[in-house]
T-cell receptor, first 113, second 112 residues
Framework: GENVEQHPSTLSVQEGDSAVIKCTYS??????FPWYKQELGKGPQLIID?????GEKKDQRIAVTLNKTAKHFSLHITETQPEDSAVYFC????????????FGTGTKLQVIP | DTAVSQTPKYLVTQMGNDKSIKCEQN?????MYWYKQDSKKFLKIMFS???????INETVPNRFSPKSPDKAHLNLHINSLELGDSAVYFC???????????FGPGTRLTVL
């Protein structure tokens, strides 16, 4: 089955700096890679995703990159703000039908004002 | 209008009791999940149902029994609760070409 590793487990940055979270996956058939943000006391929320036919996707201050050859993908947050503080999860799936989504172990991001 | 809702939000109970958590989605998806999140924030899949049929059971003890009366609802019943069952339980609905998952707000279960 799929195995997703995520690093770092915790990350502290100063407000305005960039944050990068990295994930690797094992199943070469995975073709869908979502990222979730979980704020305290809430459920994970999908913030951005990337399909295997693209190498990069941006949405305002958030960007994701995918290297299928190396089987790794990353989340980049620029100009971090205190409201970015949360736990972030990467995930991988084969997509289509009802394929299971495998989650990484989470990164707790703290943005220091 | 909440896409995935769960009740109750908090559940405090004694060891040995039986309890249920309810989940409903209004996204029209066919697939729903239950996840368990422990104190370290690991998201562990428990069950998945597709159109009322069980398709994934990740070696969960048989004290846990999911029930799907229709594809918009997936409830979780837990018998003989143990201390180790204390966690946050999330329901999720999955659909679309690339299986986007949408999570409910979670149910924090505390077993005393």
């Amino acid at each position: 089955g799929e195995n997703v590793e995520q690093h770092p487990s915790t990350l502290s940055v100063q407000e305005g700096d960039s944050a990068v979270i990295k994930c690797t996956y094992s199943d070469s058939a995975s073709n869908y890679f979502p990222w979730y943000k979980q704020e305290l006391g809430k459920g994970p929320q999908l913030i951005i995703d990337i399909r295997s036919n693209v190498g990069e996707k941006k949405d305002q201050r958030i960007a994701v990159t995918l290297n299928k050859t190396a089987k790794h993908f990353s989340l980049h947050i620029t100009e971090t703000q205190p409201e970015d503080s949360a736990v972030y999860f990467c995930a991988a799936s084969r997509g289509g039908g009802y394929q299971k989504v495998t989650f990484g172990t989470g990164t707790k991001l703290q943005v220091i004002p | 209008d909440t896409a995935v809702s769960q009740t109750p939000k908090y559940l405090v109970t004694q060891m040995g009791n039986d309890k249920s958590i309810k989940c409903e989605q209004n996204l029209g998806h066919d697939t729903m999940y239950w996840y368990k999140q422990d104190s370290k924030k690991f998201l562990k899949i428990m069950f998945s149902y597709n159109n009322k049929e069980l398709i994934i059971n990740e070696t969960v003890p048989n004290r846990f029994s999911p029930k799907s009366p229709d594809k918009a609802h997936l409830n979780l019943h837990i018998n003989s609760l143990e201390l180790g069952d204390s966690a946050v339980y999330f329901c999720a609905s999955q659909g679309g070409v690339y299986n986007e998952q949408f999570f409910g707000p979670g149910t924090r279960l505390t077993v005393l």
